[in-house]
């Protein structure tokens, strides 16, 4: 005989269902969290565009060298960067030296050394702006075409 009658395994429904019910609770709990995520309006998330814009600032210019605007006039971009809202970076080239080196069989190659100053910047954003100063060494390398090697890259991200 059973001393429970007909509550076999109603624990085990209880147990499920406060579960589910915590589970839910938890979930809503975690999404209405301090830091709101995919907000474009938050400052950490304008922060990382700001520093992101500088680091693209960047890697454009190297991409561009030779080439040079003019000796340390700057060039800014705006990209956007969502629905609602655009960044925007500004480099300065300078070009800081000149090295000639040796290559195999006689070759003599010039070496020539940038400094790259990128600002990136979101409008709206009173933090201020991140900023990347690189030093870059460009030329030819033996049997190969020129190419340029970042050899110094400091940052300073938005305060």
């Known amino acids: 005989m059973n001393p429970m009658g007909g509550q076999k395994g109603s624990a085990l429904v209880v147990a499920m269902l406060l579960l589910v019910l915590l589970s839910a609770a938890g979930m809503y709990v975690v999404s209405r969290s301090a830091i709101p995520s995919g907000d474009a309006s938050h400052p950490f998330h304008r922060a990382a565009v700001a520093r992101n814009m500088a ?49 195999e069989r006689g070759t003599v190659s ?17 933090s201020g702006t991140a900023r990347i100063r690189a030093e870059v060494r460009y030329g030819p390398r033996p049997s190969s075409s020129p190419r340029a090697t970042i050899r110094k890259w400091e940052e300073s991200s938005p305060g």
């Not at 070496?111 to 009173?126: C, R």
Request: proline share 11%; net charge positive; charged share 20%.
């Open 110 to 126: 010039a070496l020539e050394t940038y400094e790259i100053v990128s600002e990136g910047s979101v409008p709206g954003f009173p």
């Open 55 to 103: 680091r693209a600032g960047v890697h454009a210019a190297v991409a561009r060298l030779p080439e040079t605007p003019g000796e340390g006039i700057p060039y800014r971009r705006r990209l956007p960067v969502g629905p609602n809202l655009s960044g925007q970076y500004s480099v300065t080239i300078r070009k800081t030296g000149r090295e000639t080196v040796s290559g």
